[in-house]
């Protein structure tokens, strides 16, 4: 199994630890998703660390205040490690005030353009934004590789699957309210489907009570193979090939 989208920086316990447990629950690859500059370094020094970790490097919408020119230099010069696989997360957040609207769209398409310019998948963040969201990706992202990560917009699934993105499914598709994007995980092409955990955030149903971990994928995992009607191997041996195609890990 795979999880294709964690911050193990964020997590609990320390990054040895997660990782055992991951491996321990089967799980043989993890993206840990760096949100700022420090969290990008600490993301690629944990890359460094296990060969189980890659990283993804970039700047989420709700830290892009104030994103200038400097901070797109910075975010270049970690997307050369080779322990990079993937930019962002990157996109738009209009639930929390956080950033200005002009300060993320502004990283946001620095952020399109790095992931073209470095050949590597984009990943996207985006909430209560959908519509310029999926607006700024038609305008700028043709040609690259989106990965909608947390998948939250059901209503719009057949809009991004005509669009050719990836979408991952984290824990909150499991939760019993969350009908709609359950419903989803069944209709999302195989060559396009990813699971995550977004750890430490989102906690599948059936372990909510505790903080998430890249371990907890596997509950995901259990539930997305469920709604699509194969068994867990089925699905182990989808997403693990996606991922390698995605990230070349």
Not at 28 to 49: D, F, I, P, Q, Y
Not at 187 to 213: C, H, I, M, S, W
Request: aromatic fraction near 6%; hydrophobic fraction near 45%.
């Amino acid at each position: 199994m795979i999880d294709s989208h964690t911050h193990l920086h964020a997590c609990q316990p320390d990054d040895a630890a997660l990782v055992a447990a991951a491996v321990d629950a089967g799980v043989r690859r993890m993206l840990t998703v760096g949100t700022n500059g420090a969290t990008c370094r600490t993301a690629l020094l944990a890359a460094e660390r296990f060969p189980q970790v890659l990283a993804a490097i970039g700047r989420h919408p709700n830290e892009a205040t104030g994103f200038d020119d400097a901070d797109l230099v910075e975010l270049q010069a970690l997307a050369e490690h080779p322990r990079c696989v993937a930019i962002g997360e990157s996109g738009l957040d209009h639930y929390r005030d956080h950033a200005p609207h002009a300060d993320q769209q502004r990283a946001f398409v620095a952020q399109i353009e790095l992931a073209r310019t470095t050949g590597k998948p984009l990943v996207i963040h985006t909430r209560a934004a959908e519509d310029d969201t999926i607006a700024m990706l038609r305008e700028h992202a043709g040609g690259i590789e989106v990965i909608l990560h947390c998948f939250s917009m059901p209503d719009r699934l057949d809009e991004c699957i005509d669009e050719g993105w990836w979408i991952s499914f984290a824990g909150n598709a499991t939760y019993p309210k969350a009908q709609e994007i359950a419903a989803a995980v069944a209709r999302v092409p195989a060559e396009r489907l990813l699971v995550e955990t977004d750890a430490p955030y989102l906690t599948p149903q059936v372990v909510r009570k505790e903080r998430n971990q890249p371990a907890y994928v596997v509950h995901t995992a259990r539930f997305v193979a469920e709604q699509r009607g194969i068994s867990y191997e089925q699905l182990e041996q989808l997403v693990e090939g996606n991922a390698a195609t995605l990230f070349g890990w």
